[in-house]
């Protein structure tokens, strides 16, 4: 069975860091395409980056941009997101989901991803 758990969520400070988490199993990690996506109370999903070991390419939101950095480490099926100079409207759960059926590259749209972690929360203080 597809499993996905985020850890690294806490508080932090207005321009701090953190670095997040993704332990995955029960699929084959390069085939699928890995996504981190977030959600803030009363707004909708949102995506953050993704990247599909095959492909190569990472792809980040337009909010992130610059402060976000996705890695992904194979060999231990994992995914980590670096984010740093944070802020308040960062404050969101965090998610990392998995596509079993990527296309080209990874997809932004989280329709797209077929298993989900239960998320990580991070908020930024002002």
């Known amino acids: 069975d597809v499993e996905i758990v985020e850890s690294g969520g806490g508080m932090v400070q207005n321009g701090g860091s953190r670095r997040l988490s993704c332990q995955t199993s029960?699929?084959?990690?390069?085939?699928?395409?890995i996504g981190w996506f977030r959600q803030a109370p009363g707004k909708e999903r949102e995506a953050v980056s993704c990247v599909w070991e095959r492909d190569g390419r990472t792809f980040y939101a337009d909010s992130v941009k610059g402060r976000f950095t996705m890695s992904v480490d194979s060999a231990k099926k994992k995914a980590f997101l670096q984010m740093n100079s944070l802020k308040p409207e960062d404050t969101a759960a965090y998610y990392c989901?998995?596509?079993?059926?990527?296309?080209?590259?990874?997809?932004?749209?989280?329709?797209?991803?077929?298993?989900w972690g239960r998320g990580t929360q991070v908020t930024v203080s002002s």
């Open positions: 989901a998995a596509d079993s059926a990527p296309y080209l590259k990874c997809s932004l749209e989280y329709l797209k991803y077929d298993d």
């Open positions: 029960g699929f084959s990690f390069d085939d699928y395409a």
